[in-house]
C-alpha cells in the first residue's frame, strides 16, 4: 500500500472534521502518520521515499497520508503548520502528536513501534 494523498475534504472524512467537532476524535481504525509536505521542499523529498518503504513494511496496520500544504492551505492553517515537513502521529489510542522536521528512516520506524503500534492498556492491564 503507497501513502495516500489527501485533500482537506479527505482529511474531514477519513481522519478529523474540526469543522463539527470541537474535540479531537480520530476517525480512522489504523495508527497513522499525516506529512505535511510541500513538492519544492528538500527534506520533504528526501522523507518521500522514506514513507513510502514505510507504507509497505506496515501495510495494514498503519496508514500513511501526504497533505500538500500549498494545495491544502485551509488544513495547513487549522494544525498551524509553520515549516515542512510536519509530520502528525496518531497512536492506536487515537490521540494525536505533532513534530516538525524530516526523519531518517529508523527514527521514524522507532516512533511507530513505541507510540503509534502500541496497543492501548485496558484497566485492567495498568
Known sequence: MATIQ???QDFKEKVFNYETEKDWKYKGE?????????????PCKMVA?????L???????????????DKEQELSSVFGIQSIPTML?????????MQPGAY??????KII???LLTPIKTETEQ
Open 6 to 8: 489527501i485533500t482537506t
Open 30 to 42: 489504523l495508527p497513522a502518520i499525516i506529512d505535511f509536505y510541500a513538492d519544492w521542499c528538500g
Open 49 to 53: 521515499p522514506i514513507l513510502e518503504e
Open 55 to 69: 507504507s509497505n513494511e506496515y501495510e495494514g496496520r498503519l496508514a500513511i497520508y501526504k497533505v500538500n500544504t
Open 89 to 97: 502521529f496518531i497512536g492506536a489510542d487515537g490521540e494525536p502528536m
Open 104 to 109: 531518517p528512516k529508523h527514527i521514524l520506524k
Open 113 to 115: 513501534e513505541e507510540n
